[in-house]
């Protein structure tokens, strides 16, 4: 009898283990800050449009030939210059302004979701 209510122990306790495991591992994936890519090109963003978490950083890099910013519509946030072949990156927090421009090149916008 003892050797059964062992038994039976250590399976429920693997049991309760292995989803404890399976808990931890989804939300630590759902949690992992993600790099988002927009390609600047042809003076335009690309995507023109991103869904973002908090914590989330976004790389902008430039394609183009003219030297462009990703800056916030009220100047909240700025990538500062980008050349050719470089990048910019900025990482999202809750309060940022999600609408944006190329300050060299005022036509060129886009904008960010905060989910």
């Known amino acids: 009898m003892g050797l059964k ?3 039976r122990q250590v399976l429920v306790g693997a049991a ?3 989803g404890a495991l399976t808990i931890f591992q ?3 994936l759902a949690e992992t800050p ?4 927009v390609r ?3 003076f335009q963003f690309e995507p023109m449009h991103i869904s973002v978490k908090q914590g989330d950083t ?4 430039n394609e183009d030939i003219a030297p462009h910013t990703a800056t916030a519509n009220e100047g909240g946030w700025d990538t500062g210059e980008i050349v050719k072949g470089d990048s910019g990156s900025i990482i999202v927090t809750k309060e940022m302004e999600t609408d944006y421009f190329c300050a060299f090149h005022p036509h060129m ?3 960010i979701e905060i989910t």
Do not use: F, M, P, Q
């Open 58 to 61: 976004i790389k902008w890099t």
């Open 34 to 37: 993600k790099i988002h890519e």
């Open 5 to 7: 209510l062992k038994r």
């Open 16 to 18: 309760a283990y292995a």
């Open 26 to 28: 989804k939300s630590s």
């Open 109 to 111: 916008k886009g904008t």
């Open 40 to 42: 600047i090109k042809a």
